[in-house]
């Protein structure tokens, strides 16, 4: 029924607005670790004037999500348009691309396009071709030019000076494709930047969220974080200014999201709310003929590559492409409509298996969820392991950072504390959330004497989607993603090792994250 609502929304929508004869040339713009904070949806502290151009020029998502909240498996279901469980190795972090699934940027070469990217395409991982090539997953890359970085800590690469070099050599008359993959806001921070070289103040957060202590450290780490969000923005003006200046802003689609939640504890890596709700704005002036709207249905990622293979007037089936479960947005572009647009885009699902190391075994943290309506059903298959990493190897499945350190020197004095429970406990089987009285997901309604009727029917739907998609967790095959082999060997039985006293490297965590081994 809800195929035969997509088919029947797109069939009218086409009826409406016929797309332009000339396929669109593709911007898409992908931050690292950027949560839900512009100046467009409100949030006072992130300033992000190039993003709210392109939603108040075009269209402003409101709820956009990531099935997986971490930047090779996010990546990976934007390139195939399939959940992380339907694509094998590439559900986890740092992993072998599997040869089988193909990338729209390599579906945009084979038929024409000049496909090109800068800094970070798909990864962290290995993705060969047959003969041991390397993959052009996301095209050629574009890293020429270097600029001196506003902090130590924020990457050197002048990304709009290479998207420059991009159109350079875009072959006149041919469509072109180009992924800007900033390095930021991803950590490490140069602690204080927020406030002695972006001007802000403490003051400035309205609300700290209430997984994390309301101080100093964390208020800082909030704004140093905003600095790399807003570093990200500038280099989006330019490129936008760019395109204006050649003449193609207005057959261009412009795309810009994130990969997953901000890298602050219980964010990204986790799943959830705040790991998976992210910003995305579109424009593209000769395509969406009704711009300057909000919409609220929900959309994935695996909704991207459906969509561009759409505007660029290609057969799916004739891609070598394996079978979506995304749809493409192209009805939405051309829709009249603000709010809810179509009523079968209600909900979306998302999940994590294996991300970072540090459990016995390299084994990950699997959680399935659905989040419809505003409410966050949770499956945890193997509750009793850390979400977070083990806490004798240093909590590895989260990033460093003054807020994490914060927390865990503050549970050492103090083993109730409710910060660490909260980002590093374990967490029981089922979790439950009602977003509009308990947005930051901290009152576990599953925990509750009473069983509403509300959890098990989104049980029941996540179940029957996820069985529909093939998923190995419903079908008692899951712990073959725990045995998929980690694409960097220093990785392999990283805690055992450690365990046994040899030196590893984990430049991601500070070294005081670590506790005592247990005797």
């Not at 986790?270 to 593209?284: C, D, I, Q, S, T």
């Not at 939405?332 to 809810?340: A, Q, R, T, V, Y």
């Not at 979306?348 to 943290?365: K, Q």
């Not at 909260?422 to 925990?447: M, S, V």
Request: proline share 8%; hydrophobic share 35%.
């Amino acid at each position: 029924m809800k195929c035969l609502l997509f088919l029947l929304s797109l069939i009218f929508a086409t009826t409406l607005h016929a797309a332009p004869s000339t396929p669109p040339n593709i911007l898409f713009a992908l931050a690292d670790d950027w949560g839900y904070h512009s100046g467009v949806y409100g949030t006072k502290w992130v300033q992000t004037p190039s993003f709210d151009r392109v939603a108040r020029e075009g269209i402003l998502f409101t709820h956009a999500y990531t099935p997986s909240a971490k930047c090779a498996p996010s990546r990976a279901c934007i390139i195939t348009g399939r959940s992380p469980w339907q694509l094998k190795e590439a559900a986890n972090h740092i992993c072998y691309f599997p040869q089988e699934f193909k990338s729209w940027g390599e579906a945009l070469t084979e038929h024409g396009w000049f496909v090109g990217f800068t800094q970070k395409g798909w990864g962290p991982g290995v993705a060969k071709d047959a003969n041991g090539f390397p993959r052009l997953l996301t095209g050629v890359a574009f890293n020429e030019h270097k600029a001196p970085p506003p902090t130590k800590d924020i990457s050197n690469n002048d990304y709009a000076a290479n998207f420059a070099s991009f159109l350079d050599a875009a072959p006149k008359g041919k469509p072109w494709c180009f992924w800007y993959g900033s390095v930021e806001p991803h950590r490490g921070y140069e602690y204080g930047s927020g406030v002695a070289k972006g001007g802000k103040k403490l003051s400035d957060i309205d609300r700290v969220p209430a997984c994390w202590p309301d101080n100093e450290t964390v208020r800082n780490d909030l704004l140093d974080y905003a600095f790399e969000v807003e570093h990200f923005d500038r280099h989006l003006g330019r490129m936008l200014a760019e395109l204006e200046k050649r003449g193609l802003l207005e057959n261009t689609l412009v795309i810009v999201t994130s990969d997953n939640g901000m890298p602050f504890p219980r964010s990204k890596g986790n799943a959830g709310e705040m790991p998976n709700h992210l910003p995305m704005a579109v424009r593209w002036a000769a395509g969406i003929p009704h711009p300057g709207r909000t919409v609220d249905d929900y959309v994935s990622f695996v909704d991207i590559a459906p969509t561009l293979m759409d505007v660029a007037g290609i057969d799916w089936s004739a891609t070598g492409m394996a079978p979506t479960v995304g749809h493409s947005l192209t009805d939405i572009f051309h829709s009249e409509k603000s709010g809810l647009t179509n009523p079968a885009r209600d909900h979306v699902l998302i999940g994590r298996e294996r991300n970072d190391i540090g459990r016995p075994n390299d084994e990950g943290y699997p959680i399935r969820g659905i989040i419809k309506g505003g409410y966050v059903y949770l499956d945890n298959f193997e509750p009793t392991r850390w979400p977070a990493g083990n806490p004798e190897t240093g909590y590895l499945d989260c990033d460093g950072s003054p807020t994490k350190t914060t927390i865990l020197e503050a549970h050492r004095l103090d083993p109730t504390n409710i910060f660490w429970a909260r980002c590093f406990g374990t967490r029981p089987a089922e979790e439950f959330y009602d977003l509009a009285h308990d947005p930051d997901c901290i009152n576990n309604l599953a925990l509750k004497p009473q069983s509403t009727s509300l959890q098990s029917s989104l049980r029941e739907q996540l179940v029957t989607e996820l069985r529909a998609q093939g998923d190995p967790r419903i079908f008692g095959n899951g712990a073959i993603f725990d045995h998929y082999a980690h694409s960097d060997p220093a990785h392999v039985g990283f805690y055992e090792r450690y365990m046994k006293g040899e030196k590893m490297k984990t430049p991601w965590v500070n070294p005081t994250d670590f506790e005592k081994k247990d005797d």
